[in-house]
């Protein structure tokens, strides 16, 4: 039981950060339809972006851990964003007409791009970061099990929710928010009636990306290390996540990311460590085979 | 986009200097930390940075002067070359294709007896050829049957660990082996078929990603089977009709009286997958005639009129998937022969993503295109073997251009599968997947 509750917290933990990056898979796809492939790899660049902020940080005297934490969220939320923006601008926007393999295919081509962008850049090993965030609380303790909380996972529930919550409010009750949601029904419709689209979709990218650098930070804490290779991965897994959750819907990339979450550490701690990703793709077919829209998607209607 | 701008209007420095200059600075944004920055792990394991800012500028720099010179010499210069040609022309070039068909054939039957001598070069055509086939396969399922596959590379994984199991654990020859691998791929095809049966689109994509990775995390894990991380080695070589190619006095090159050269052992290699790939672009183009053929295009051009003519669609899907299946398992025992050694490391998705832009970039549904663009892609990532560690950033760059100056792919004209007398060609402009477009 104590055990349970413990992977239960871990798993939460872990399902955020999935959460954070799938909101960036499902706003895209919500309203341009297609496969932001490029997406994980942006989430991994944030982490960097984060990792060298924090060196910078430290090497000029700035080694009040919140007040560093701050800064590094703000610079590398807002440098990741414009990455999230020049992807768009180059690899996407001139496809916007074309068929719809093409900007898959570009995306793709994008994620490469960016990976070996900055494996040259800041070499192929892994990069540690001693932790900076300690402490924790311990919940209850069983029989000669302590359940426990430490401080960074409270710290990115917490954000996580604190951004969800910031997030919906933009979608739901701003000016911008509506012109998404506008977008997401009729790009054509939406730019006759005055709606600048191009910007809009642009926005689009730059929060979602601004979403992935929080998750990078997260995921930078939380583990302490990263490689050029994580956004891969968590990309699929993220993508993963929002599919499951009804791909277009922001709370279904949230809960989406926490099953995620759930499935892989429960695996872990229950059946074989080697097999958790298996086991996370296969629920996924699974559930489009009896759930094809996902938990919280919209059935799409067959138009002739 | 600047370059949009009419190429008679007059030169406003002023506005490009500006452009120029906003590039120059979402590129420092950019760069600044992670170029202009280096982490490498210092002597006490802690992380140490150096500053490369000279780099930075060089950088920041270049981009400036690239998008003035854009905006300034350039203009108008993107007015597409194929745009400018007269009607005749077109039609004469597309006369050409096959021509071109024919001339590729046999310079790819030549190849052997031209560049002998040179080893390198042999290899690396074994290797076009390897990736012409699997593009011949994926082209079933992507460009005839429309089923955006991302997870080809489970079934080049299903075609090598089967020839190598059976080989490892029956001692049974290649050629036995072949046509196993073939039925054990199209069963891998049919077991991913079933469940995305229903899915379309995007949905399809990622269940297909998601199977790629699933067989290769098997293939990682199941130690006692398939080794591992290590991997399988000491795969048996084909045989030519018996006659292995060693320097043994029952050799092939003994046999008929040669001296023992290792290049026999290549060339022969280069001919049978060469006569692989062949023979999947003649089933294919076969099939196009067949009704089966013509039930994967009308479910790549609409899936709902598809089903009101009664076209079976679940029978359609599955055959577009185990044939396309059927000869990646095909192209990955060949590939567990050739190299004697493989491990899960050699089915990533990258192999998918790149076998999957072959087939895009070349024109979906086009065979000549395919082929070009596997001479093209591998050809052009070979010419950049110096620059070691660029040469995926330039790959991926590549992908990325390619599909932005020609989004239709090289070969984007349109053979039809069926004519009356004369063979038309469906000039790119209309060329049109219903189910490929952005739903409105």
Not at chain 2, 67 to 81: E, F
Not at chain 2, 166 to 194: E, N, Q, R, T
Not at chain 2, 281 to 292: C, D, E, F, G, M
């Amino acid at each position: 039981m104590e055990y349970f509750v413990q992977q239960l917290i871990n798993g939460i933990t872990l399902g955020s950060i999935y959460g954070l990056i799938a909101i960036g898979y499902t706003m895209v796809y919500g309203i341009i339809g297609m496969i932001n492939f490029a997406h994980g790899d942006i989430f991994m660049v944030g982490a960097f972006l984060a990792l060298i902020a924090f060196l910078v940080l430290v090497a000029i005297g700035v080694t009040a851990v919140p007040l560093a934490l701050f800064i590094v969220l703000l610079v590398s939320m807002a440098l990741t964003a414009l990455y999230g923006w020049t992807v768009e601008r180059i690899a996407y926007r001139p496809l916007r007409h074309s068929f719809r393999l093409a900007p898959l295919i570009s995306a793709i081509g994008m994620s490469i791009v960016l990976q070996n962008y900055v494996q040259i850049a800041q070499g192929a090993r892994v990069k540690p970061l001693p932790p900076l965030v300690h402490g924790g609380y311990t919940l209850f303790e069983g029989n000669d099990f302590a359940v426990r909380l430490s401080n960074i996972q409270i710290i990115v529930v917490v954000t996580t929710l604190v951004l969800m919550a910031a997030f919906s409010f933009l979608v739901a009750r701003t000016r911008l928010g509506r012109n998404m949601r506008a977008c997401e029904q009729d790009l054509k419709m939406a730019a006759l009636v005055g709606i600048d689209v191009d910007r809009t979709i642009s926005f689009t990218f730059v929060i979602g990306a601004a979403l992935a650098a929080v998750a990078g930070l997260m995921f930078l804490l939380y583990y302490g290390v990263v490689d050029f290779f994580i956004g891969f991965l968590a990309g699929v897994k993220a993508f993963t996540a929002a599919v499951l959750g009804g791909i277009g819907s922001l709370p279904g990339a949230m809960i989406g990311g926490i099953l995620i979450g759930l499935i892989e550490t429960m695996w872990s701690a229950y059946f074989s460590i080697e097999y958790k990703d298996v086991a996370a793709f296969a629920i996924l077919i699974i559930v489009l085979i009896f759930l094809p829209t996902g938990i919280l998607g919209r059935p799409e209607v067959e138009k002739v | 986009m600047p370059n949009e701008s009419e190429p008679d209007k007059p030169l406003d420095l002023h506005a490009a200097v500006k452009e120029a200059a906003i590039a120059a600075l979402v590129a420092l944004g950019l760069f600044a930390l992670l170029i202009g920055i280096r982490t490498d792990q210092g002597p006490t394991g802690a992380l140490v940075f150096t500053t490369r800012f000279g780099a930075l500028a060089a950088i920041v720099s270049s981009v400036f002067v690239a998008t003035l010179l854009r905006a300034t010499l350039w203009r108008g210069a993107s007015v597409s070359v194929t745009r400018l040609l007269p009607a005749s022309v077109k039609t004469a070039a597309s006369g050409l294709a096959g021509y071109a068909a024919a001339a590729f054939i046999v310079f790819a039957l030549i190849v052997p007896i031209v560049f002998y001598g040179n080893r390198y070069l042999l290899d690396l055509a074994i290797l076009i050829v390897t990736y012409t086939m699997l593009g011949f396969g994926l082209n079933i399922v992507v460009g005839l049957a429309g089923l955006l596959d991302l997870g080809y590379v489970a079934f080049y994984a299903v075609g090598a660990y089967s020839y190598a199991l059976i080989a490892h654990y029956f001692g049974l020859s290649f050629w036995i082996c072949l046509p196993l691998a073939g039925i054990l791929a199209a069963f891998a095809g049919l077991l991913l078929g079933f469940p995305v049966l229903r899915l379309r689109g995007d949905y399809l994509a990622i269940v297909t990603l998601g199977f790629g990775e699933i067989i290769r995390l098997i293939l990682l894990n199941w130690q006692n089977l398939t080794g591992g991380p290590n991997g399988i080695s000491a795969i048996p070589r084909p045989s030519f009709f018996g006659l292995p190619f060693n320097p043994s006095e029952h050799g092939f090159a003994a046999t008929f009286g040669l001296a023992y050269s290792p290049t026999h052992r290549v060339v022969f290699l280069y001919y049978v997958i060469l006569a692989l790939a062949l023979l999947t672009n003649w089933v294919t183009l076969r099939l196009r005639r067949l009704p089966i053929g013509r039930a994967w295009e009308a479910l790549r051009e609409d899936e709902v009129a598809c089903r009101a003519l009664g076209v079976n669609t679940t029978t359609t899907k599955l055959t577009a998937f185990a044939m396309g299946a059927m000869f990646g398992g095909f192209a990955g025992a060949f590939f567990a022969t050739r190299q004697g050694f493989i491990s899960p490391e050699s089915f990533t998705f990258a192999e998918s993503a790149l076998v999957l832009a072959i087939v895009v970039l070349g024109g979906m549904g086009s065979q000549l295109g395919v082929a070009i663009a596997a001479t093209v892609m591998l050809g052009g990532f070979e010419l950049f073997r110096e620059f070691e560690q660029y040469r995926m950033l330039m790959f991926g760059a590549a992908m990325v251009a390619i599909v932005i100056y020609r989004p239709r792919g090289l070969v984007a004209t349109r053979t039809p599968s069926v004519s009356l007398r004369d063979h038309k060609v469906i000039p790119a402009a209309i060329v049109r997947d219903a189910r490929t477009e952005t739903p409105a």
